[in-house]
């Protein structure tokens, strides 16, 4: 993609290195610069030490800490505040949608439903349609 800056960082957060390591490839064949963490504890200190990606794009079922949890001390701690936040799930049952999207998530893709190439093209669609409504 043309378009996309090759500067612009997207955080992967996921337990399954597999997933994790497919994501990225996509990611960087969209132009993108992924940085991996392969827990919600890993992921937070990449912010925490001063990464600042465009984008998060992180699972809800996480060993130590989900995906809610990641949400919630992004909210406490202020981290990547301008992040766009797209949960990556399985988790679409019992109001985890709402529940992910209450503490700040900006969209929410459910793994089953895509293969990798459209989960990128999913979340840059939601990446598009906000930074144009933030303009």
Not at 19 to 31: C, I
Not at 36 to 53: D, M, V, W, Y
Not at 103 to 111: P, Q, S, T, V
């Amino acid at each position: 993609m043309a378009d996309t800056p090759a500067a612009q960082k997207v955080l992967l957060v996921d337990d399954d290195q597999f997933l994790l390591d497919l994501y990225a490839r996509k990611f960087e064949m969209n132009g993108f610069d992924p940085v991996k963490a392969n827990s919600a504890l890993e992921a937070l200190e990449h912010l925490r030490t001063g990464l600042s990606p465009v984008a998060i794009v992180f699972d809800i079922i996480m060993p130590e800490m989900d995906g809610y949890g990641f949400l919630e001390t992004l909210g406490k701690e202020r981290l990547a505040p301008g992040a766009i936040k797209i949960a990556l799930s399985n988790e679409t049952e019992d109001g985890g949608v709402d529940r992910a999207r209450a503490l700040g998530a900006d969209g929410y893709i459910a793994k089953a439903s895509s293969v990798p190439s459209e989960t990128v093209q999913s979340v840059l669609s939601i990446m598009s349609e906000l930074q144009s409504t933030k303009q």
